[in-house]
């Protein structure tokens, strides 16, 4: 196999090209690789696109960044059978791979280059896909904020997200959209949040969707109703933990299912977060796509998922549209 490294110089705070050419140089002439560097937005998925389509060989591609850089990387991967992806987790967020215990395997070429094919699921919004998580209402706020700050001093990097939801706290706690699924709403018009997830944390440390799956061909749906700033602050360290689904805190704002693809209505310049990229969509449908992708998971590695959903659960989860 090919491992092709994409390194995005601008993902975190600092630069990781040395330590990653480093750790490439002790393998000499015993593996096949080679470098790329993006230049622009979007780059590394018209780079692996373009190479997927001229080159046969299988190929695994690692996204040297961030959830933003992973992002590009799946969506230049996706349909091509030969193409392979898996992250060198030195973002500053590094969302998706907390779905597996944290960036620090992912920090490990031995453990990347010796890891494990495995076919996991995407989402799907038109002809984009999503690895980890799409949301929108307050966490879209939140996000946009993040892409501003993320590499300014004090309020950048690791506290990027915390700046993202005091600048939400002020102009993101209501927001008007309807949510369908089968056709049928499953709110009244307002939302504070809504996340649909593939994986488990988003923002960098809250686990918005406990019991996700990324190969169970299903999407995780929480939508939490408009609420006062205070009860948002007494709630938000459940939310961080990932216990606000079995809560009875969250019983009367809390809506909650599993589902194959659900439609979202909203007013013009309604912006929506895929893995951290903002873009503008005021009708679309969001779908699961099952395993479609194949990942590399890093030797040691294993996601660390819950006992998944008992009877009880799955049937409230059912009943809460």
Do not use: W
């Not at 009367?252 to 209505?265: A, P, Q």
Request: glycine content about 8%; hydrophobic content about 35%.
């Amino acid at each position: 196999m090919k491992h092709l490294f994409i390194i995005n110089p601008s993902a975190g705070r600092v630069n990781h090209e040395t330590a990653i050419l480093e750790s490439l140089k002790k393998y000499g002439n015993t593996i096949d690789y080679d470098v790329y560097r993006t230049t622009a937005p979007k780059d590394a998925t018209r780079f692996i696109r373009q190479y997927c389509s001229e080159h046969s060989e299988d190929t695994c591609f690692y996204a040297c960044g961030g959830d933003g850089t992973f992002n590009e990387v799946v969506n230049g991967a996706v349909g091509f059978d030969n193409a392979y992806v898996s992250v060198y987790a030195c973002g500053s967020g590094n969302d998706f791979v907390k779905y597996y215990g944290g960036a620090e395997k992912f920090l490990n070429i031995d453990n990347l280059v010796n890891g494990t094919p495995h076919k996991i699921d995407l989402i799907k919004i038109g002809d984009k896909y999503s690895v980890n998580v799409v949301n929108f209402g307050f966490d879209a706020v939140v996000a946009s904020t993040m892409i501003k700050v993320k590499r300014k001093p004090i309020i950048g990097g690791k506290r990027a997200y915390a700046t993202g939801v005091v600048k939400a706290l002020f102009t993101g706690m209501r927001n008007k959209c309807t949510l369908k699924i089968d056709g049928k709403p499953i709110n009244d018009g307002e939302i504070l949040l809504c996340t649909l997830g593939n994986a488990q944390f988003v923002g960098g440390s809250f686990r918005c969707s406990p019991k996700a799956s990324n190969d169970d061909g299903m999407l995780e749906v929480c939508v939490i109703d408009p609420i006062s700033r205070f009860k948002f602050l007494s709630l938000i360290g459940e939310y961080t933990a990932g216990k606000h689904l079995d809560n009875p805190k969250f019983n009367d704002i809390l809506k909650y299912t599993r589902c194959k693809s659900i439609e979202v209505i909203a007013p013009e310049e309604f912006c929506i977060s895929l893995d951290g990229e903002i873009i503008e969509k005021n009708h679309f449908i969001a779908e699961i796509v099952p395993s479609t992708l194949n990942f590399i998971v890093p030797k040691g590695a294993m996601p660390i998922i819950e006992d998944n959903f008992s009877k009880q659960q799955r049937e409230k989860a059912e009943v809460s549209i």
